[in-house]
């Protein structure tokens, strides 16, 4: 199935329930003067998030900051640059750093099995490497899985509990975010360093950038200037829905697990702490291609979250494609840092809603500064789609298949990918294009009559439109083709 489906359709269908404040500082002079501030403000708006911090960093320089919205809807506390805002997994680049700082002192091996520094671990855990820790493809069960939650109440009784369980696969043979991981790499830099995790970050990392507002914690800390955490999902009959209504949210970190979450800072830190990353001031610059190249499987393939997140390196999330490559970490699903490493440009986006993913959103402030990276030109397409979608763009969506037909006359072995094409049409939803993605999504069901997928794009987009026979057509044949398609059967449901 697609991504964020629900998210698309609230960007499209909700208003903004908050009036938002926005404090915007000077851009750079590459940049028309609130074209970006513009953008977030869309985006704020569409995906109806609170307060959002923004900073970007061009040839090792803060060119921007930007502070919208409200840290606290209760209490209409605006977002200042002085906010901060919880990381999440965001955390786990700041344990990649440490990492490769201790392997330029020659403490560590990043290949090397995990048992030959943990001998205690148990003994069908001691071939996983760092890396595949790193990574997430060690196989090893998770210490949080989705049905359970680990607090510092618990901790070392779940501690114990994973420790008996058996290797979910090979190490390996998959990619599984996994905080087990970044839990053992904790302990190994604890070990390792001779200090406590939190103080080696401290000294090694935060205090040669100065960062000041960079600290430790969850939701039980009172943190001074602290954003606080909003939601639009909620239980209901043991699923997870999204709903209207703004919810607080409450995010527990154990001190064991620190390592993969529970970080918070603001995004003029975070944006200090890359420049200092790129300009030699944490590691060696010899040792970025490792800290940021995405791990492998055994079959030598690359995973990760999937859609633009592709891969996964040294608690990096990667994306890698042939133009503007970046390494983004991201958090919660409310945060996100972008760097381009090819085009010195860096976007850190943090947030206070969870489901805000910004990395979805931050590719389009970077075509602010590399105008190339324009989603309306086609970036992130693939190429034959991308001179399809210029070509369409001068003549009209309405000449789809003509100019289709026209290019497999000329090469029979012309092909446009399922998911290719679905993740096109909804690049024109996200640019309010909503008749050109009909056309696309129209094309995508004559190309795969048998997808499930390729209907209920279709009869989503019917739906936003308002066109409610066509959406029920589609969604039905969406159905019939895949009886589990739940969006489908509510909506079926709900007319």
């Given amino acids: 199935m697609k991504i964020s489906q629900t998210t698309r359709q609230s960007s499209l269908k909700w208003l903004l ?3 938002l404040t926005f404090f915007s500082y000077q851009a750079s002079a590459q940049v028309p003067a609130d074209s970006v501030d513009q953008l977030v ?4 708006q569409q995906l109806r998030i609170p307060g959002l911090q923004l900073a970007v960093v061009r040839h090792g320089k803060i060119v921007k900051l930007g502070s919208y919205g409200v840290a606290n809807v209760q209490d209409s506390v605006p977002v200042t640059t002085q906010t901060r805002f919880f990381l999440n997994s965001i955390t786990k680049a700041f344990v990649g750093v440490a990492v490769m700082q201790l392997v330029e002192a020659g403490k560590l091996d990043v290949a090397a099995p995990v048992g030959r520094y943990l001998p205690e671990l148990p003994a069908a855990w001691h071939p996983v490497t760092v890396r595949q820790l790193l990574t997430h493809t060690s196989g090893l069960p998770d210490i949080m899985p ?7 109440n618990n901790e070392k009784t ?3 509990q994973v420790q008996t369980q058996p290797l979910d696969f090979p190490a390996g043979e998959k990619f599984a975010y996994n905080q087990t991981n970044y839990l053992l790499l904790g302990r190994l830099i604890d070990k390792l360093s001779g200090q406590p995790f939190a103080e080696f ?8 950038v100065g960062m000041p507002r960079t600290s430790a914690g969850d939701a039980h800390d009172v943190l001074p200037h602290g954003a606080r955490g909003y939601t639009f999902t909620h239980y209901s009959n043991g699923q997870v829905r999204r709903g209207k209504e703004l919810r607080n949210l409450f995010e527990v970190f154990p001190p064991s697990l620190r390592s993969a979450a529970g970080r ?4 003029e830190e975070m944006a200090r702490w890359l420049i200092a990353l790129q300009q030699g001031q944490l590691l060696q610059p010899a040792s970025l291609p490792t800290l940021w190249t995405a791990g492998r499987l055994n079959d030598g393939s690359e995973r990760g979250f999937g859609g633009k997140l592709t891969g996964y390196a040294l608690g990096w999330p990667t994306v890698t494609r042939a133009e503007h490559p970046a390494v983004a970490p991201v958090g919660g699903g409310r945060s996100a840092v972008f760097v381009y490493p090819q085009d010195e440009l860096a976007i850190v986006v943090l947030t206070n809603l969870q489901g805000a993913s910004p990395e979805r959103f931050v590719d389009a402030l970077a075509a602010h500064y590399l105008p190339d990276m324009r989603v309306a030109d086609g970036f992130g397409l693939p190429p034959t789609l991308r001179a399809l979608h210029r070509t369409l763009r001068r003549r009209g969506f309405s000449h789809l298949e003509e100019e289709v037909k026209k290019a497999r006359r000329q090469n029979p072995a012309y092909a446009l990918p399922e998911d290719a094409v679905n993740a096109w049409g909804y690049s024109l939803v996200e640019q309010g294009q909503l008749t050109d993605a009909l056309a696309v999504f129209q094309l995508n069901v004559r190309l795969y009559p048998g997808s499930a997928n390729a209907y209920d794009s279709l009869g989503e987009t019917y739906a936003e439109v308002g066109n409610k026979p066509l959406a029920t057509k589609n969604y039905q044949r969406a159905l019939a083709l895949n009886p589990k398609n739940t969006t489908a059967a509510q909506y ?3 007319q």
């Fill in 264 to 267: 918070s800072s603001t995004a």
């Fill in 17 to 19: 329930l908050v009036l």
């Fill in 492 to 494: 079926l449901q709900n």
């Fill in 146 to 152: 989705e049905d359970a939650l680990v607090t510092e």
């Fill in 201 to 208: 970050v401290r000294q090694r990392q935060l205090d040669v």
């Fill in 41 to 44: 403000q869309r985006a704020m």
């Fill in 158 to 160: 779940a501690w114990a």
